[in-house]
């Protein structure tokens, strides 16, 4: 079948290079199916095969090598063609797989090479974006820690004007309540006790002599 396929297409590619003006496609299919019947001596029978493979790759790439070995002077007979057809067939058989092969095998290596050089490319990518969340992160560390300490010196400045604070108020307090203190033993002090009856009397004399002995113990002589 593919001997008789090579031949259809042999022919076919013939009369494609021809480049008769006004022959339609249709009218180049009739043609290569005439050719055929002449030198063959019976008409073409894988038509409808041939429709249907003959736009896989694997039947574009061998159409396009036979047009290639096919463009020769117009003055070369069908029959020299068909010779040259049936003397390369086997040649075309054996190496139709490595004709298909090579193309497959050398995208498979462009694209190979593609990947490798796209991972080439997104490496220093992906790294220079490693290094900038690494760098992002030590700075929001050192941002945080500032902040941190920052909190931290405001806290104890908090603490240390609270403390300082309530030490005044405390010596305020005390202050006030010595005024008052004082006050309150300058009044005994000075108290009149002449209307008293004995025993207040005799209290004023006792926290007298307690207000004396406090100043002397706090301004000794």
Request: a neutral charge.
């Amino acid at each position: 079948m593919q001997k008789e396929t090579n031949k259809f297409c042999g022919y076919l590619a013939q009369i494609e290079n021809r480049n008769e003006s006004g022959k339609t496609e249709h009218d180049k299919i009739e043609d290569a199916k005439f050719m055929y019947k002449i030198n063959s001596k019976n008409a073409f029978q894988l038509e409808h095969c041939w429709r249907i493979l003959r736009n896989e790759a694997k039947f574009l790439i061998q159409r396009e090598n036979l047009k290639v070995r096919t463009r020769q002077p117009a003055t070369q007979s069908c029959s020299t063609f068909a010779n040259s057809i049936n003397l390369e067939e086997d040649n075309d058989e054996t190496n139709f797989g490595e004709t298909l092969e090579r193309p497959i095998g050398k995208k498979a290596e462009k694209e190979k090479l593609k990947k490798r050089k796209n991972c080439d490319d997104v490496v220093p990518i992906l790294s220079s974006q490693l290094d900038e969340i690494k760098e992002e992160k030590r700075r929001l560390h050192e941002e945080k820690e500032e902040s941190m300490r920052i909190a931290l010196e405001e806290r104890r400045e908090f603490m240390r004007i609270a403390s300082e604070e309530r030490r005044e108020l405390i010596r305020i307090k005390e202050e006030k309540n010595e005024v008052e203190k004082r006050k309150a033993e300058d009044e005994i002090m000075m108290k009149d006790t002449r209307t008293m009856d004995p025993e207040q009397k005799e209290y004023i004399r006792l926290r007298r002599l307690e207000i004396l002995e406090r100043l002397r113990s706090k301004f000794p002589s």
